[in-house]
């Protein structure tokens, strides 16, 4: 097994600024073009309830839990399929590889499919699992969920330069 030379943490760092940018970005354009009228009302509500516990949200409007669920799951999905679809075709999520960073097995070599969908599989199960234990259960705001979510997500990779995801999908970004 070769050394492989991992992508620094500062470059890792805007790679996932730039990831989090565009799939927002994209999210919030492709929703008012798709949906112009239903988008406003539902986004605004959604905003307005990221700090406020489930418990709340029939005093604020019987609308509240439609808005949090739809919003919430459409931009899992919008998630999903741009790194799979990054991962996939260029070995890297967009950020990361605007910066030269590429997706890399153990041993060094380009990420099969497999990979990329085991990946996607561990995301989606990491996603669900953290708003169904902190939000439905725990009823914790999604702005309470959304930090956990990446600090469990992220915090190995202050540790060993590896996410949660790298490491369970036995993956890791290389320079």
């Not at 994209?26 to 406003?40: G, K, R």
């Not at 990221?50 to 919003?71: C, F, H, K, M, R």
Request: charged share 15%; hydrophobic share 50%.
């Amino acid at each position: 097994m070769e050394d492989i030379k991992k992508m620094p943490l500062w470059l890792r760092l805007i790679g996932a600024i730039v990831d989090k940018v565009t799939i927002t970005f994209v999210f919030f354009v492709s929703l008012c073009v798709i949906a112009p009228y239903w988008t406003p009302e539902t986004l605004g509500i959604y905003v307005g309830l990221l700090g406020v516990s489930p418990t709340q949200y029939e005093y604020i409007n019987s609308y509240a839990w439609y808005a949090d669920l739809s919003v919430t799951t459409i931009f899992t999905i919008y998630n999903m399929i741009y790194y799979l679809i990054c991962e996939g075709v260029l070995s890297a999520s967009l950020g990361k590889w605007v910066l030269g960073g590429r997706l890399v097995d153990e041993c060094g070599n380009r990420i099969k499919w497999e990979n990329v969908i085991y990946r996607g599989i561990c995301k989606l199960v990491l996603i669900a699992s953290t708003y169904f234990i902190l939000h439905i259960h725990l009823k914790l705001s999604n702005l309470i969920v959304i930090i956990v979510f990446h600090a469990i997500l992220d915090i190995p990779v202050l540790m060993n330069g590896r996410s949660l995801i790298d490491r369970v999908s036995n993956t890791q970004y290389s320079k």
